[in-house]
């Protein structure tokens, strides 16, 4: 199984951003798929979780608003897209997908049984 995250970089404060996931080795449709994220020094985040559906998505409190979860499952690919970037959203942002019966579990790391290695994001100011 293999999750590649793509999308990271430099980004203006202020402007947008779109991450993307792909996978493979794996029924794709058949996994909640969630991003997280990990600043240095801080403890992984829940960022944005999606049902297999992509019809119930949740999200983190510091991104509420401000961020969309999304997925094809005909392309395998899960998106996040930001706007609003402050310098708080600088991390490494990681990819998951979790067997989990309940979407709503996607907010929390353990439930999660791959993950991709995870992409940069750094907001300039």
């Known amino acids: 199984v293999q999750l590649q995250a793509s999308g990271g970089g430099l980004v203006q404060a202020g402007g947008p951003l779109r991450l993307s996931c792909t996978a493979s080795?794996?029924?794709?449709?058949?996994?909640?798929m969630g991003w997280f994220r990990q600043a240095p020094g801080n403890e992984r985040e829940f960022v944005a979780a999606i049902a297999r559906s992509g019809i119930v998505t949740y999200y983190g409190d510091s991104v509420k608003g401000r961020a969309t979860i999304s997925r094809d499952n005909a392309k395998n690919t899960v998106y996040l897209r930001m706007n609003s970037l402050k310098a708080g959203d600088t991390a490494v942002y990681y990819c998951?997908?979790?067997?989990?019966?309940?979407?709503?579990?996607?907010?929390?790391?353990?439930?999660?049984?791959?993950w991709g290695q995870g992409t940069q994001v750094t907001v300039s100011s």
């Open positions: 080795g794996v029924t794709f449709s058949s996994y909640v």
């Open positions: 998951a997908a979790g067997n989990m019966y309940n979407a709503y579990d996607g907010r929390l790391a353990p439930k999660y049984d791959y």
